[in-house]
Protein backbone atom coordinates (compact mmCIF):
# COMPACT_ATOMS: atom_id res chain seq x y z
CA UNK A 1 0.00 0.00 0.00
CA UNK A 2 1.19 3.22 -1.02
CA UNK A 3 1.32 6.72 0.64
CA UNK A 4 -0.83 8.51 -2.21
CA UNK A 5 -0.71 11.35 -0.19
CA UNK A 6 0.62 12.60 3.18
CA UNK A 7 1.20 16.53 4.45
CA UNK A 8 2.68 16.78 7.86
CA UNK A 9 2.54 19.76 10.09
CA UNK A 10 2.15 21.91 6.65
CA UNK A 11 2.15 25.69 7.56
CA UNK A 12 2.44 28.10 4.90
CA UNK A 13 3.05 32.12 6.21
CA UNK A 14 2.77 34.70 4.06
CA UNK A 15 3.88 38.84 5.08
CA UNK A 16 2.29 41.52 3.94
CA UNK A 17 2.82 45.34 4.42
CA UNK A 18 6.09 47.07 4.57
CA UNK A 19 8.88 45.71 6.30
CA UNK A 20 8.51 47.20 9.48
CA UNK A 21 4.84 47.24 9.50
CA UNK A 22 4.39 43.62 8.10
CA UNK A 23 1.41 41.48 9.54
CA UNK A 24 2.01 38.08 8.91
CA UNK A 25 -0.86 35.77 7.46
CA UNK A 26 -1.23 32.30 8.01
CA UNK A 27 -2.51 30.27 4.75
CA UNK A 28 -1.99 27.17 5.39
CA UNK A 29 -2.22 26.29 9.41
CA UNK A 30 -0.95 22.72 10.55
CA UNK A 31 -2.25 20.93 7.40
CA UNK A 32 -2.37 17.06 8.31
CA UNK A 33 -3.66 14.81 5.77
CA UNK A 34 -3.08 10.91 5.15
CA UNK A 35 -4.34 8.94 2.63
CA UNK A 36 -2.60 5.25 2.05
CA UNK A 37 -4.41 3.53 -0.88
CA UNK A 38 -3.46 0.24 -3.21
CA UNK A 39 -4.91 1.78 -5.88
CA UNK A 40 -5.75 5.29 -7.78
CA UNK A 41 -7.99 7.59 -5.66
CA UNK A 42 -9.41 11.18 -6.28
CA UNK A 43 -8.79 13.38 -3.18
CA UNK A 44 -11.43 16.60 -3.08
CA UNK A 45 -10.10 19.63 -1.54
CA UNK A 46 -13.35 21.60 -0.23
CA UNK A 47 -13.91 25.12 1.25
CA UNK A 48 -14.31 28.74 0.44
CA UNK A 49 -12.28 31.39 -1.18
CA UNK A 50 -9.25 32.18 1.04
CA UNK A 51 -9.87 28.89 3.41
CA UNK A 52 -6.26 27.68 1.65
CA UNK A 53 -6.94 25.30 -0.78
CA UNK A 54 -5.60 26.62 -3.54
CA UNK A 55 -2.04 27.78 -1.30
CA UNK A 56 -2.23 23.76 -0.38
CA UNK A 57 -2.45 22.90 -4.48
CA UNK A 58 0.15 25.32 -4.76
CA UNK A 59 2.74 24.17 -2.20
CA UNK A 60 2.01 20.60 -3.69
CA UNK A 61 3.25 22.00 -6.99
CA UNK A 62 6.45 23.59 -5.72
CA UNK A 63 4.71 26.79 -6.67
CA UNK A 64 4.54 28.05 -3.45
CA UNK A 65 7.19 27.02 -0.31
CA UNK A 66 5.75 26.12 2.97
CA UNK A 67 7.28 27.83 6.00
CA UNK A 68 7.18 24.70 7.87
CA UNK A 69 6.00 21.10 7.35
CA UNK A 70 6.55 18.73 4.47
CA UNK A 71 4.23 16.98 1.62
CA UNK A 72 5.13 13.30 0.90
CA UNK A 73 3.63 11.91 -2.60
CA UNK A 74 3.61 8.13 -3.21
CA UNK A 75 6.33 7.86 -0.60
CA UNK A 76 8.49 10.98 -1.83
CA UNK A 77 9.45 14.12 -0.48
CA UNK A 78 7.73 16.90 -3.09
CA UNK A 79 7.75 19.84 -0.13
CA UNK A 80 9.39 20.74 2.54
CA UNK A 81 12.96 19.71 4.14
CA UNK A 82 13.87 16.66 2.50
CA UNK A 83 12.22 16.96 -0.82
CA UNK A 84 13.39 15.69 -3.78
CA UNK A 85 15.60 18.42 -5.93
CA UNK A 86 14.96 17.01 -9.29
CA UNK A 87 12.58 19.15 -11.08
CA UNK A 88 12.40 17.01 -14.27
CA UNK A 89 11.75 14.21 -11.73
CA UNK A 90 8.88 16.36 -9.99
CA UNK A 91 7.14 16.88 -13.09
CA UNK A 92 7.59 13.20 -13.66
CA UNK A 93 5.60 12.33 -10.38
CA UNK A 94 3.50 15.51 -9.72
CA UNK A 95 1.15 17.35 -12.85
CA UNK A 96 -0.72 20.12 -12.80
CA UNK A 97 -4.30 21.54 -14.07
CA UNK A 98 -5.03 25.49 -14.13
CA UNK A 99 -8.22 26.41 -13.08
CA UNK A 100 -8.34 28.98 -16.42
CA UNK A 101 -7.14 26.75 -19.58
CA UNK A 102 -6.89 30.34 -21.72
CA UNK A 103 -4.09 30.95 -19.31
CA UNK A 104 -2.30 28.02 -19.39
CA UNK A 105 -1.54 27.95 -22.86
CA UNK A 106 -0.23 31.34 -24.87
CA UNK A 107 -2.01 32.67 -27.51
CA UNK A 108 0.44 33.31 -29.74
CA UNK A 109 1.43 29.70 -30.23
CA UNK A 110 -0.27 26.42 -31.69
CA UNK A 111 -1.45 24.36 -28.45
CA UNK A 112 0.64 20.95 -29.96
CA UNK A 113 3.77 22.75 -29.46
CA UNK A 114 3.40 22.71 -25.69
CA UNK A 115 1.89 19.46 -25.87
CA UNK A 116 5.46 18.47 -27.84
CA UNK A 117 7.91 20.29 -25.69
CA UNK A 118 6.14 18.36 -22.73
CA UNK A 119 7.20 15.14 -24.02
CA UNK A 120 10.68 16.62 -25.23
CA UNK A 121 11.58 18.47 -22.27
CA UNK A 122 9.73 16.83 -19.14
CA UNK A 123 9.63 13.25 -20.25
CA UNK A 124 12.97 13.12 -22.18
CA UNK A 125 11.01 11.06 -25.49
CA UNK A 126 12.40 11.69 -29.08
CA UNK A 127 10.58 12.82 -32.18
CA UNK A 128 8.69 9.80 -33.08
CA UNK A 129 8.24 8.76 -29.06
CA UNK A 130 6.68 12.32 -28.27
CA UNK A 131 4.40 11.83 -31.24
CA UNK A 132 3.26 8.64 -30.39
CA UNK A 133 3.02 10.11 -26.59
CA UNK A 134 0.74 13.11 -27.27
CA UNK A 135 -1.54 11.46 -29.65
CA UNK A 136 -1.98 8.62 -26.97
CA UNK A 137 -2.94 11.30 -24.39
CA UNK A 138 -5.38 13.50 -26.96
CA UNK A 139 -6.87 10.01 -27.62
CA UNK A 140 -7.19 9.47 -23.17
CA UNK A 141 -9.18 12.84 -23.37
CA UNK A 142 -11.33 11.96 -26.94
CA UNK A 143 -9.33 14.50 -29.06
CA UNK A 144 -7.27 13.58 -32.05
CA UNK A 145 -4.13 15.07 -32.96
CA UNK A 146 -5.72 16.27 -36.32
CA UNK A 147 -8.11 18.06 -34.32
CA UNK A 148 -5.50 20.42 -32.02
CA UNK A 149 -2.57 20.43 -35.02
CA UNK A 150 -1.27 24.09 -35.65
CA UNK A 151 -4.38 25.59 -33.82
CA UNK A 152 -4.33 28.35 -31.15
CA UNK A 153 -6.43 29.05 -28.14
CA UNK A 154 -8.69 30.99 -29.97
CA UNK A 155 -10.13 27.89 -31.96
CA UNK A 156 -11.15 26.16 -28.70
CA UNK A 157 -13.80 26.37 -26.51
CA UNK A 158 -13.21 26.35 -23.01
CA UNK A 159 -14.29 22.79 -22.43
CA UNK A 160 -12.04 21.33 -25.38
CA UNK A 161 -8.88 23.60 -24.37
CA UNK A 162 -9.45 22.17 -20.29
CA UNK A 163 -9.18 18.68 -22.01
CA UNK A 164 -5.83 19.78 -24.15
CA UNK A 165 -4.49 20.91 -20.29
CA UNK A 166 -5.28 17.28 -19.11
CA UNK A 167 -3.81 15.66 -21.60
CA UNK A 168 -0.57 17.43 -21.60
CA UNK A 169 -0.27 16.75 -17.56
CA UNK A 170 -0.95 13.28 -18.68
CA UNK A 171 2.39 13.27 -20.85
CA UNK A 172 4.81 12.91 -18.57
CA UNK A 173 3.26 9.80 -17.19
CA UNK A 174 2.56 11.16 -13.15
CA UNK A 175 0.72 9.40 -10.38
CA UNK A 176 -0.71 12.65 -9.20
CA UNK A 177 -2.10 15.48 -10.79
CA UNK A 178 -3.74 18.36 -8.61
CA UNK A 179 -6.29 20.23 -10.56
CA UNK A 180 -7.20 23.33 -8.84
CA UNK A 181 -10.74 24.64 -9.65
CA UNK A 182 -10.81 22.81 -13.01
CA UNK A 183 -14.00 23.00 -14.10
CA UNK A 184 -14.82 26.86 -12.71
CA UNK A 185 -13.99 28.74 -15.91
CA UNK A 186 -16.39 26.24 -18.02
CA UNK A 187 -19.59 26.41 -19.04
CA UNK A 188 -22.02 24.88 -17.08
CA UNK A 189 -23.20 22.31 -19.54
CA UNK A 190 -19.39 20.72 -20.19
CA UNK A 191 -18.43 20.44 -16.67
CA UNK A 192 -19.47 17.14 -15.85
CA UNK A 193 -16.99 16.15 -19.33
CA UNK A 194 -14.24 17.34 -17.38
CA UNK A 195 -15.39 15.75 -14.10
CA UNK A 196 -16.44 12.15 -15.68
CA UNK A 197 -12.93 12.21 -17.76
CA UNK A 198 -11.44 12.57 -14.28
CA UNK A 199 -13.07 9.69 -12.75
CA UNK A 200 -12.39 7.28 -16.20
CA UNK A 201 -8.38 8.44 -15.65
CA UNK A 202 -8.97 7.44 -12.00
CA UNK A 203 -10.60 3.61 -13.04
CA UNK A 204 -8.94 3.03 -16.23
CA UNK A 205 -5.38 5.09 -16.79
CA UNK A 206 -4.41 4.40 -12.58
CA UNK A 207 -4.43 8.19 -11.87
CA UNK A 208 -4.78 9.91 -8.75
CA UNK A 209 -6.00 13.46 -8.80
CA UNK A 210 -6.07 16.11 -5.63
CA UNK A 211 -9.25 17.77 -6.92
CA UNK A 212 -9.23 21.47 -5.68
CA UNK A 213 -13.12 22.97 -5.57
CA UNK A 214 -15.64 25.14 -3.93
CA UNK A 215 -18.50 22.53 -5.18
CA UNK A 216 -19.41 20.14 -3.11
CA UNK A 217 -21.36 18.70 -5.02
CA UNK A 218 -18.93 17.31 -7.69
CA UNK A 219 -16.54 17.00 -4.59
CA UNK A 220 -19.01 14.22 -3.54
CA UNK A 221 -19.87 12.67 -7.10
CA UNK A 222 -15.90 12.63 -8.11
CA UNK A 223 -14.02 11.86 -5.17
CA UNK A 224 -13.08 8.92 -2.55
CA UNK A 225 -11.29 11.16 0.16
CA UNK A 226 -12.18 14.70 1.60
CA UNK A 227 -10.95 17.07 3.12
CA UNK A 228 -12.57 20.48 4.77
CA UNK A 229 -10.36 23.47 4.59
CA UNK A 230 -11.45 26.87 6.56
CA UNK A 231 -9.12 29.64 7.22
CA UNK A 232 -5.89 27.27 6.87
CA UNK A 233 -6.89 24.62 8.38
CA UNK A 234 -8.48 20.91 7.73
CA UNK A 235 -11.38 20.88 9.74
CA UNK A 236 -12.42 17.48 8.66
CA UNK A 237 -11.21 14.56 6.32
CA UNK A 238 -12.29 11.01 5.30
CA UNK A 239 -13.79 9.30 2.92
CA UNK A 240 -16.07 10.91 0.87
CA UNK A 241 -19.67 9.35 1.71
CA UNK A 242 -18.90 9.14 5.34
CA UNK A 243 -17.99 12.98 5.34
CA UNK A 244 -20.50 14.01 3.14
CA UNK A 245 -23.40 11.79 5.10
CA UNK A 246 -22.30 12.02 9.01
CA UNK A 247 -20.32 15.39 8.38
CA UNK A 248 -18.96 16.40 12.52
CA UNK A 249 -17.89 19.79 12.03
CA UNK A 250 -20.14 23.02 12.06
CA UNK A 251 -18.23 24.37 8.81
CA UNK A 252 -18.98 21.31 6.76
CA UNK A 253 -22.39 21.07 7.52
CA UNK A 254 -22.97 24.69 6.31
CA UNK A 255 -21.26 24.19 3.17
CA UNK A 256 -23.47 21.14 3.18
CA UNK A 257 -26.52 23.23 3.17
CA UNK A 258 -25.45 25.42 0.47
CA UNK A 259 -25.56 22.59 -1.82
CA UNK A 260 -29.41 23.22 -3.93
CA UNK A 261 -31.70 19.96 -3.66
CA UNK A 262 -35.31 19.88 -5.31
CA UNK A 263 -36.59 19.41 -1.98
CA UNK A 264 -35.19 22.77 -0.87
CA UNK A 265 -36.08 24.64 -4.11
CA UNK A 266 -39.69 23.45 -3.56
CA UNK A 267 -39.59 24.84 -0.21
CA UNK A 268 -38.21 28.08 -0.84
CA UNK A 269 -40.68 28.63 -4.11
CA UNK A 270 -43.63 27.82 -1.65
CA UNK A 271 -42.61 29.89 1.30
CA UNK A 272 -42.30 32.81 -1.88
CA UNK A 273 -45.62 32.20 -3.02
CA UNK A 274 -47.18 32.43 0.55
Do not use: C
Amino acid sequence: MSVILQTEGLNKIYRLGGFMRSKPIQALNDVNITVESDKPVVIAVVGESGSGKTTLAKTLLRLETPTSGRAIVYDQVVAGQGAIPSKKDFLGLVQPIFQNPFEAFSRYRPVDVYLEETARRVAGMDGIQAENAVTEALKNVGLSYEEVRGKYTAQFSGGELQRISVARALIPDPKLIVADEPVSMIDASRRMIIINLFKRLRDEAGRSFVYITHDLATAYYISDYVAVMNKGRVVEFGPARKVMSDPKHDYTRLLLSSIPTTTSRWRERKRIAS
